[in-house]
């Protein structure tokens, strides 16, 4: 009689693994990516997005009609409601913290217009205007959806609780 340890075991797995990663690595060689078109192609991508969004972020702020009070108190607004749903889109979309983005919106405000501290960027999260608006934009967008393949995750994998946890 011949004893198997599970060390032997593991081993033999560990040399099948190996052979199969090898295997699969040879018949699915790594393709190389070109980064100049595939910048160039996100570039045009995030421009076609904002061209498209335009329109939709327009119609989106111009829906919402809010009545003040006569007295107003505090510093008038520096930015329209469509500027602000605009610049919360784009920090989102630059991915980067509050406090960088409004230092590279002071490099841009000769051209923007917007002169704009890291307390704006910060207060836009919590605008009831904004949100309000952002609400507007998502309505605008899901209007044209009919079918969809995604998940509330962003994996694209239904998911259940039964069979997760």
Known sequence: MVDIHSADIQSKLKD???YIRA?????HPQKERDWMTYEQRFARRI?????????????????????????????????TLEQ?????????????????F??????????????VSYKTVER??????????????????????TASDATGDGTGYSLTIKKNY
């Open 16 to 18: 099948i693994d190996d």
């Open 124 to 145: 836009l999260y919590s605008d009831d205007m904004v949100m309000m608006a952002l609400h507007n934009l998502h309505v605008l967008i899901l209007k044209g959806v």
């Open 47 to 79: 421009k076609e997005a904002m061209r498209s969004l335009e329109p939709l972020i327009h119609e989106a702020v111009t829906t919402i009609r809010v009545y003040h009070e006569a007295d107003r108190r505090g510093r008038p607004e520096s930015l």
């Open 23 to 27: 295997e699969y690595l040879k018949s």
């Open 102 to 115: 409004a230092n590279m919106l002071d490099l841009f405000s000769m051209v923007s217009g917007m002169d």
């Open 84 to 100: 602000k749903v605009k610049l919360l889109l784009i920090k989102q979309l630059v991915g980067e913290s509050n406090r960088v």
